[in-house]
């Protein structure tokens, strides 16, 4: 196969696998999305969407977050990790919601990588789930299929988005990052990665990565 056909094979199988792609994070609008997406950085999703119903329940706009203090947002978020940064940032971000773009999370890049602790993949995850604009939001998974699959070098995540983005037509971005992630946990894990299983990278996948891993497996 060359590269397009590859591309085509993945998009095809994809498909088949997930007609209906759950979004990973529970939510109901831009401002909940973005702090479940800051939250979720070093943590689960599942950690995640355990805590945010108990923080949303006291504040889920910024108007009422801002009410709380630093402190009392870390209290609550302790579960998911790296809390006092995450806390200052969901703090800050809300004043400055407030302050800049009265209270509504903004549908741009360069207003939302501004925000404390919103980083471009946080940005990216809120433009294309939220504003359904189109982004290729690069995480664990997708830079570890990328590279098994020979779409890019697994060099960085900036390489990796940008490999994708062009690879990829635009008008599947957001569907094909959630569809990769889901695939990347369910048949091409970091660990207990089962080859057998994980039709995508048997078929088209990098010939160094199931060398290594036949090998491996031969131990």
Request: glycine share 4%.
């Given at each position: 196969?060359?590269?397009?056909?590859?591309?085509?094979?993945?998009?095809?199988?994809?498909?088949?696998?997930?007609?209906?792609?759950?979004?990973?994070?529970?939510?109901?609008?831009?401002?909940?999305?973005?702090?479940?997406?800051?939250?979720?950085?070093?943590?689960?999703?599942?950690?995640?969407?355990?805590?945010?119903?108990?923080?949303?329940?006291?504040?889920?706009?910024?108007?009422?977050?801002?009410?709380?203090?630093?402190?009392?947002?870390?209290?609550?978020?302790?579960?998911?990790?790296?809390?006092?940064?995450?806390?200052k940032?969901?703090?800050?971000?809300?004043?400055?919601?407030?302050?800049?773009?009265?209270?509504?999370v903004?549908?741009?890049?360069?207003?939302?990588e501004?925000?404390?602790?919103?980083?471009?993949?946080?940005?990216?995850?809120?433009?294309?789930?939220?504003?359904?604009?189109?982004?290729?939001?690069?995480?664990?998974?997708?830079?570890?299929?990328?590279?098994?699959?020979?779409?890019?070098?697994?060099?960085?995540?900036?390489?990796?988005?940008?490999?994708?983005?062009?690879?990829?037509?635009?008008?599947?971005?957001?569907?094909?990052?959630?569809?990769?992630?889901?695939?990347?946990?369910q048949?091409?894990?970091?660990?207990?990665?089962?080859?057998?299983?994980?039709?995508?990278?048997r078929?088209i996948?990098?010939?160094?990565?199931?060398?290594?891993?036949?090998?491996?497996?031969?131990?």
């Open positions: 196969m060359n590269k397009q056909e590859k591309v085509n094979f993945v998009i095809e199988t994809l498909n088949e696998l997930y007609t209906e792609i759950p979004i990973p994070l529970d939510h109901k609008d831009p401002y909940t999305l973005l702090i479940a997406v800051l939250l979720s950085a070093q943590s689960t999703d599942v950690r995640v969407n355990q805590i945010t119903p108990i923080l949303f329940e006291v504040a889920d706009n910024p108007y009422d977050m801002i009410k709380l203090s630093e402190e009392e947002i870390r209290e609550i978020i302790k579960p998911v990790g790296l809390s006092p940064m995450k806390a940032g969901i703090y800050h971000l809300s004043h400055i919601l407030i302050d800049k773009h009265n209270g509504r903004p549908a741009d890049f360069e207003s939302l501004e925000l404390p602790a919103v980083g471009h993949k946080t940005a990216s995850v809120v433009m294309a789930q939220a504003f359904n604009i189109p982004a290729f939001p690069v995480d664990t998974h997708i830079h570890r299929l990328m590279y098994r699959w020979g779409f890019s070098n697994g060099k960085n995540v900036v390489q990796t988005e940008k490999d994708a983005k062009r690879l990829f037509p635009k008008d599947l971005w957001n569907k094909l990052h959630l569809q990769i992630i889901w695939y990347g946990r048949y091409s894990p970091a660990r207990g990665w089962d080859l057998e299983k994980d039709i995508i990278t078929t996948g990098r010939k160094s990565v199931i060398k290594e891993y036949y090998k491996k497996k031969s131990r």
